[in-house]
């Protein structure tokens, strides 16, 4: 994970233990987007927590499994995972839940993957992307929870939600878990505006959709957005993405005098960096 100050006021799961689940169906959403669909008696041990609760993400490739995945994410186990050699342990990247169900006939857990790259991420190794690309029903994952990012003391604040399209499902989670009393805005970019989708957001959170110009870096639309906004010393702000867009929309928000604490940027992921 890129720069955050997220670790300090998250709420931490109920549990953090490796819950294998299947694939029961994949979907494509809209151009940018395919969900895959999880399913497993371990969901029945998950505590769907809403906003932008997230998990490590265990995906086996090349023909693995999970036998190198760690029971639990602590200190110590995830060195050991880390000098497991690449060829045989599962690739390990952090995904939001996008939906969870309680169903008669098993729990499901949405996940909604950006397809970037050109299938490899332009890279020879797998990719969390490419996995979900070619996901199949049957196939196994590994999660573990790691609860909400977003700072729930703020819930009494005017809110400015910021996200590029890794961190859409995240945002429609905060906006969709959001007292309907709350007011603020949401600037949420997305690469195409076929991409644009119902967003659940109380009555007085406007919406605004964003779609970066083809080539433009990722995230500049949706700073150029944010910025532009009106900001009030109250407001908290919660913003993700590509770690220019924490970055910056958190500078912008500090200059124009809105406290430090009442910020919460995460990095999603980085231009040219794996993982
Ligand atoms: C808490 C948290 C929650 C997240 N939730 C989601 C989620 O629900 N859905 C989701 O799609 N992502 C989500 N992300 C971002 C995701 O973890 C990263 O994008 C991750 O790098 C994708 O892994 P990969 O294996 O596909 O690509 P990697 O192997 O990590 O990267 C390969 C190449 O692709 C580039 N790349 C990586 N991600 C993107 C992207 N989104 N767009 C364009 N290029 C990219 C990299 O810069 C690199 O050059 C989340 C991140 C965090 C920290």
């Not at 060195?79 to 939001?96: D, G, Q, W």
């Not at 949706?222 to 993405?241: C, D, F, H, K, N």
Request: charged share 20%.
């Amino acid at each position: 994970m890129a720069r955050t100050n997220m670790r300090a006021t998250r709420t931490k799961p109920t549990q953090a233990e490796l819950l294998v689940c299947r694939v029961l169906r994949t979907e494509r959403v809209s151009p940018s987007f395919t969900r895959v669909v999880l399913g497993g008696d371990d969901l029945a041990r998950f505590t769907p927590l809403g906003f932008d609760q997230w998990f490590r993400l265990f995906l086996p490739v090349d023909g693995g499994d999970l036998a190198h995945a760690p029971h639990k994410l602590d200190t110590v186990s995830y060195v050991k995972f880390l000098t497991t050699s690449k060829a045989t342990r599962p690739i390990l990247r952090n995904y939001t839940v996008r939906a969870f169900r309680r169903l008669p006939g098993g729990d499901e857990l949405d996940i909604d993957f950006v397809m970037h790259g050109d299938g490899h991420g332009g890279h020879d190794a797998p990719t969390a992307a490419s996995w979900a690309r070619s996901a199949n029903p049957g196939d196994v994952v590994g999660i573990i929870d790691e609860g909400i990012g977003f700072d729930t003391r703020m819930l009494g604040h005017p809110l400015l939600v910021v996200a590029d399209e890794s961190a859409l499902p995240a945002a429609a989670g905060i906006l969709g878990s959001l007292p309907r009393t709350v007011e603020g805005a949401a600037v949420l970019e997305i690469p195409d505006d076929a991409d644009v989708r119902a967003i659940d957001a109380p009555a007085g959170v406007t919406v605004h959709w964003v779609v970066r110009e083809h080539g433009h870096a990722p995230g500049s639309a949706a700073l150029s957005m944010a910025t532009g906004l009106p900001s009030r010393p109250e407001q908290a702000v919660w913003v993700a993405g590509e770690q220019s867009l924490p970055r910056d929309v958190r500078r912008h928000a500090v200059q124009t005098g809105i406290p430090k604490e009442q910020i919460t940027f995460i990095g999603y992921w980085r231009v040219g960096r794996s993982g």
